[in-house]
């Protein structure tokens, strides 16, 4: 096949009838699917090859798929579209193993040329042999002047050079370090500092991280801006794209993490904004992230004694949030990690219940992002209240298990990280994302993880992650069609299509749910996970239109 492209083109053809078929369709309206007519923006119909053979005509275009699996569009339910530009375009140090690496790629950087702050993202000081960080002015010497922030893994601190430091003003604000690790308020103002860059530029790495989750099969993206993270216009122009008519881009689900006080407050931010938003949620953040140290716990971290992490708001802060957001019937919610920073967001959804009432709570669908520790009795609030979780499979597989950063930082309570099938036991709406740029938009890796979760007790079937990353992720963000995220008659045609080894029904405990394996429990088959190769995505379509296609597919 040739290169891969965006098109945009309406399907792969002209006549607006479009027949996919000699393929599998993933859908619940025929388990054995082989076939999907397409008609215009609409899935019009789902069967089987034979009865393709009968309905089509010259008057169609058709697609031979030649095996391949046609499912729902990803939704990946947490992403940063401007960070994930930048991460994708710049200094990348996910492979760097040590203070000396990173100062070498840094200095391979400012060699190949450019000007304004070199930037670079991944770097994780827990897989190194020697934590040892490089001081700062190793860093600026290292790019020759130029002014350095390179964020860490979780994008919760940062190193940067003295420059940077200076430029952004952030000496005395709460998490600098004159060893150039800076954290909360410091990292925050570094981070703006570094990408303060015009809307041109900002335009365009956008447009690079959308064409990058559309290459990897997602439909639509949830963009969690914050003032800590993005400017308004960052805002404005994520949410700008779905107004584009000449991009071909998957679709912009906007959140903004700022918060309110009152209902008068809230209508008031959200008509300052000047674009619609899902809502006053995302990262909003109530604490930080295991990896920096900045998650809320209620015992010391591990591997720094005295640590507890940081708790941004208090209860009546968030409480407030939550009723001016239910007044208003809005999605309201934070960024949660910590046990303790669950506790806050809990105790505020009582006391928020207590002004409003729970049925005003429960029916504004609020969303809690990330939701890494969560026990048996937080997990029963969060189900009284309704509350989604959006989650992140890609953090159990970079840091789970025995070793690894969660065991660093936590120890035994490193066992309990990430209870997605608890969430589920209790009736906890969940969705899936990647926090792009902190894991990267690989969807399939993804619902290997659920599948493979490190602690088996919170494994959950194939089936069910690939719920929780397509159809789930628009009930997350209210969309306004219920249809969205299935293949069947009169649901939007959005959808990928993915070259696959073999179909099969994948369970994370063949003792309970074996069952389902049996071609008698009608279960749609999806790509088997465990060949070392994820599917390789085809083409991408959004309300029929093609967002991406591998070289020459249906031509």
């Not at 490089?134 to 050079?161: F, N």
């Not at 700022?258 to 949620?281: C, D, F, I, K, N």
């Not at 209240?385 to 120890?411: I, N």
Request: proline content about 5%.
């Amino acid at each position: 096949m040739t290169e891969a492209t965006t098109s945009g083109k309406d399907g792969p053809g002209s006549s607006g009838v479009t027949l996919y078929r000699n393929g599998s369709v993933y859908t619940a309206a025929d388990p054995f699917a082989t076939a999907m007519l397409v008609d215009g923006g609409t899935v019009a119909w789902v069967g089987s090859e034979q009865a393709a053979t009968s309905i089509a005509d010259s008057s169609m275009d058709i697609v031979d798929l030649r095996g391949a699996l046609v499912a729902p569009g990803f939704v990946d339910s947490h992403v940063h579209l401007t960070e994930t530009g930048i991460a994708l375009e710049s200094l990348q140090l996910g492979a760097v193993r040590s203070a000396g690496q990173l100062l070498d790629a840094v200095a391979d950087a400012a060699a190949a040329g450019g000007d304004g702050p070199l930037l670079g993202h991944g770097w994780d000081e827990s897989l190194w042999t020697d934590p040892t960080l490089p001081e700062p002015g190793e860093l600026e010497r290292a790019a020759g002047g130029r002014q350095v922030y390179l964020s860490r893994t979780d994008a919760h601190s940062a190193l940067i050079s003295p420059s940077l430091a200076a430029a952004a003003r952030v000496e005395g604000l709460d998490g600098f370090a004159a060893r150039g690790h800076v954290k909360l308020a410091a990292h925050a103002a570094a981070r703006l500092a570094a990408r303060n860059l015009p809307a041109d530029t900002l335009r365009a790495y956008q447009r690079r991280a959308l064409e990058e989750a559309a290459a990897n099969g997602y439909a639509a993206v949830a963009e969690m801006g914050a003032p800590h993270i993005g400017s308004v216009l960052d805002l404005q122009l994520a949410a700008g794209w779905n107004s584009d008519s000449g991009a071909a881009l998957p679709e912009v689900l906007p959140y903004w993490g700022q918060l309110v006080a009152s209902q008068p407050e809230a209508e008031a931010l959200l008509t300052e904004l000047g674009v619609p938003v899902r809502g006053l949620a995302g990262d909003l953040n109530i604490d930080g992230s295991i990896g920096s140290r900045t998650a809320s716990l209620r015992e010391p971290y591990a591997d720094a004694p005295g640590e507890r992490g940081t708790t941004y708001l208090s209860t009546d802060e968030a409480a407030a949030h939550l009723a001016a957001c239910s007044l208003l019937g809005i999605q309201g919610g934070f960024h949660v990690i910590g046990d303790a920073g669950l506790d806050a967001a809990l105790d505020a959804l009582d006391q928020a219940a207590a002004e409003v009432g729970e049925q005003r709570i429960r029916a504004a669908g609020h969303r809690f992002e990330h939701v890494e520790m969560a026990d048996a009795e937080a997990i029963a609030r969060l189900a009284r209240y309704s509350v989604t979780v959006s989650a992140q499979p890609g953090f159990d597989a970079a840091w789970g298990g025995a070793g690894r950063l969660y065991e660093q930082r936590l120890g035994s309570r490193s066992q309990d990280m990430n209870p997605f099938a608890s969430f589920y036991s209790a009736g906890v709406p969940i969705c899936f994302g990647s926090d792009s740029p902190v894991t990267p938009l690989r969807p399939w890796a993804a619902v290997k993880a659920c599948l493979e979760h490190n602690n088996h007790a919170q494994r959950i079937s194939a089936r069910a992650a690939f719920l929780g990353h397509t159809r789930a992720g628009w009930r997350a963000a209210r969309h306004p069609n219920p249809m969205a995220g299935q293949l069947v008659p009169g649901a939007p045609a959005t959808f990928a299509v993915w070259e696959v080894d073999e179909l099969m029904v994948q369970v994370a405990d063949g003792r309970v749910q074996s069952w389902s394996t049996d071609p008698r429990a009608r279960t749609p088959l999806l790509p088997a996970l465990d060949t070392g190769t994820d599917p390789r995505c085809l083409q991408t379509v959004r309300n029929g239109r093609e967002l991406f296609s591998a070289g020459a597919f249906g031509s």
